[in-house]
Each structure stands twice: as structure tokens, then as C-alpha cells.
């Protein structure tokens, strides 16, 4: 990556950490400075892990392990362990997931308040669902050694737009569960008044925004993408010299601007061939 490309890319994952670090901080303190706190007793503390749990997990967690690829220190670690990362993370975010779903079907079982009735709801069922149908056909493509290259290629593009789909659409389901829980929690003073709690958790809502676009354009730049494995290896075997570790500098070098002509062909060629391989 040349230099001014890494800074960039340095730029843009420091600013989604911290906006993902301080989504998480605001959605702790809504629940535990404005609501009832955080507890698995059928009530609106055991609601609280619904929004908690999204946001730490669902929503900061899959951002993350959208990005990893990116991340250019790991481009000396093999693919597979970013594979199992990529996928151990998706896991993990999606077992938050379920918590959060288990959290707030309980709590209106046990008030007695019908389940499945808002737009919310569907569509957030719907999102964790797909959700689950991504990971493990994620599995079954990537993981398993003996799916076919030619279904791996084909399935790549897919995977990618359905992915980055589901985490817009997470995002855009959880604005709504907000706003939902804005509108029947606050009563005196309501919603429509302004009081601090709805301007906090507005700003929570913007934040999750900002988070998604910085996650959207970090996974979508060409240019930060993850090489392929044949031109790291060229990079260890030829380029690299002596110092097997130095892949970073050696790859700026490749895909720097003017003298890149050729090397950006063979970048090019290689990372279709990667498309059919990974
Ligand atoms: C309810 C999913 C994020 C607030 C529900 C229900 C589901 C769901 C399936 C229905 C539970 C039932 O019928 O018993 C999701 C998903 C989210 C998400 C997948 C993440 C994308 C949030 C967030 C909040 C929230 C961040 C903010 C507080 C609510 C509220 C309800 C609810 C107030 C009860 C009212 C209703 O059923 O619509 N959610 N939710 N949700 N959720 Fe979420
Ligand atoms: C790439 C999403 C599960 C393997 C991607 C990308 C997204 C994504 C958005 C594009 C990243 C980029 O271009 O840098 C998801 C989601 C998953 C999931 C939301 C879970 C619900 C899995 C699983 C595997 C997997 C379980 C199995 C190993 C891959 C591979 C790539 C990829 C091999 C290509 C990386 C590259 O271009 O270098 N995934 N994924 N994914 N994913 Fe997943």
C-alpha cells in the first residue's frame, strides 16, 4: 500500500474504532444512567441487554470483522487464520445477536406484551436469520477444503454484497428499535420535549450512522483490499530481499504510482486468480 494510501486507510480505522468505542460507552450509559440497568429478571433491566448487546455485538463486533482483510499487518498471516478470524468474530457477533433476541422475547413474555407485532421486529428477525444463513454458507464456501474453486469464485461477489447489505440493514433496524423505545419510554417529560435522555440517544443513533459509512468505505476501497496470496509470495521469494518480514514496504513499492505499471498488471491478474483460489 503506498504511503499516502496507508495513511489514509489509518485515518478512516482510527475514526470508526472510536466511533464504534463511543457507540458502546453511549449505549451503556443510556441503560444504566437513564434506564433501569442491566439484569435477567423478566424486566426492562433484562430488556436493556437488547439494545446493549446489539450494539456491542451485532453492530461494533461485525464492523470489525468486516474490516479484518483490510488490515494491512495481517498480510503476512496466512489466509486461512484471517478466514477463521473473519468467521470466528462473525460468530461471536452473532451469538450476541441471539442473547439480545432471547433478552427481549423474555421480557415481554413475562409482561405479557405480544411478540413479532412492529416493523422493527420483522425486519430484525429477518436480518438475524440471513445473518445465520451467511455464516454458515461462509463456512461452507471458505471454510470447508472441498468446495470447489470455481463455486468459491462464483459465490465470492454474493458474499460480499450480502454482507455489506446485512450490516447496513442492522443498522437501519436498530435506528429503529431506538426510536421505538424513545417514543414509548419517555413520558414526562415525552419524547416531543426534548428532554436529555432523547437528545443522548439521538446522538447514539447518528453515531451508529457514522460508524456504518466509515465501515462501508473502508470495505469498499480497491485499493485497501487484501493482495493475493501468489503476489505475497512473490513478494517473500523475490521482492521481499532478505527480510522476509518487511511485506509492508515491499508492497508500497509494488503498487506505487508511476513505476507500478507492470506490477499493477500483475497485481491485477493475480488478484483475479486469488478470486478463484480463496
Ligand atoms: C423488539 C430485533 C435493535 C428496541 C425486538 C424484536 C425483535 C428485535 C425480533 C421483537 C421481540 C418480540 O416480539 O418479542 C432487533 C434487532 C436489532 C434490534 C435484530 C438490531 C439490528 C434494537 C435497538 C433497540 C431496540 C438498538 C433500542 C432500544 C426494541 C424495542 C422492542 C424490540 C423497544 C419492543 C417493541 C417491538 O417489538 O418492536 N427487536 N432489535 N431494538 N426492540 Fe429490537
Ligand atoms: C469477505 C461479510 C462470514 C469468508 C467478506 C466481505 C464481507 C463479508 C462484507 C468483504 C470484505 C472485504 O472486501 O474486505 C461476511 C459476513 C459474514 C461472513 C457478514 C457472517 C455473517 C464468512 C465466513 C467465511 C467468510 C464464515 C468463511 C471463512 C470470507 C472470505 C472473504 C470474505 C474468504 C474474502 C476476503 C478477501 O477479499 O480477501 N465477508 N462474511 N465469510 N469473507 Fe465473509
Redesign the pocket.
Known amino acids: 500500500m503506498a504511503m499516502e494510501s496507508l495513511r489514509q486507510f489509518l485515518v478512516a480505522l482510527s475514526a470508526a474504532a472510536a466511533v464504534g468505542f463511543v457507540s458502546i460507552i453511549f ?1 451503556l450509559r443510556w441503560v444504566l444512567h437513564y434506564k433501569e440497568g442491566l439484569a435477567w429478571d423478566g424486566g426492562l433491566a433484562e ?1 436493556n441487554w ?2 446493549v448487546l ?2 456491542s455485538g ?2 461494533f463486533l461485525q464492523g470489525i470483522a468486516i474490516i479484518v482483510y483490510r488490515l494491512p499487518w495481517t498480510w503476512q498471516c496466512s489466509k486461512l487464520m484471517m478466514k477463521f478470524i473473519h468467521a470466528g468474530l462473525n460468530l461471536v457477533a452473532f451469538i450476541f ?1 441471539v442473547i ?2 432471547v433478552a ?2 423474555d ?3 413475562a409482561a405479557k ?6 416493523l ?2 420483522w ?3 429477518i ?2 436469520i440471513l445473518y445465520c444463513l451467511q455464516l454458515v454458507l461462509g463456512v461452507g464456501m471458505y471454510l470447508i477444503p472441498i468446495t470447489p474453486v470455481s463455486w468459491r469464485a462464483a459465490f465470492m461477489p454474493l458474499h460480499v454484497f450480502s454482507g455489506l447489505l446485512l450490516f447496513a440493514s ?2 437501519a ?2 435506528l ?3 426510536t ?2 424513545l417514543i ?1 419510554g419517555l413520558s414526562n417529560p415525552k419524547y416531543k420535549d426534548s428532554p436529555p435522555e432523547a437528545i443522548f440517544v439521538n446522538v447514539l443513533g447518528v453515531l451508529l450512522v457514522v460508524f456504518g459509512a466509515l465501515i462501508l468505505w473502508i470495505a469498499t476501497r480497491p485499493a485497501w483490499k487484501r493482495p493475493s496470496d501468489q503476489i505475497l509470495h512473490i513478494l517473500h521469494t523475490n521482492g521481499g530481499g532478505e527480510d522476509n518480514t518487511k511485506v509492508g514496504p515491499a508492497l508500497s513499492q509494488l503498487s506505487d504510482g508511476a513505476d507500478a505499471e507492470t506490477s499493477g498488471d500483475v497485481r491485477r491478474r493475480n488478484n483475479k486468480l486469488d478470486d478463484q483460489t480463496n
Open positions: 449505549v430488556f437488547h439494545p446489539i450494539v451485532f453492530i445477536a439480545s433476541m427481549v422475547f421480557f415481554h413474555n406484551i405480544p411478540n413479532m407485532y412492529s422493527h421486529s425486519l430484525g428477525l436480518a438475524v442492522v443498522i433496524v436498530a429503529m428499535g431506538i421505538e423505545k414509548f
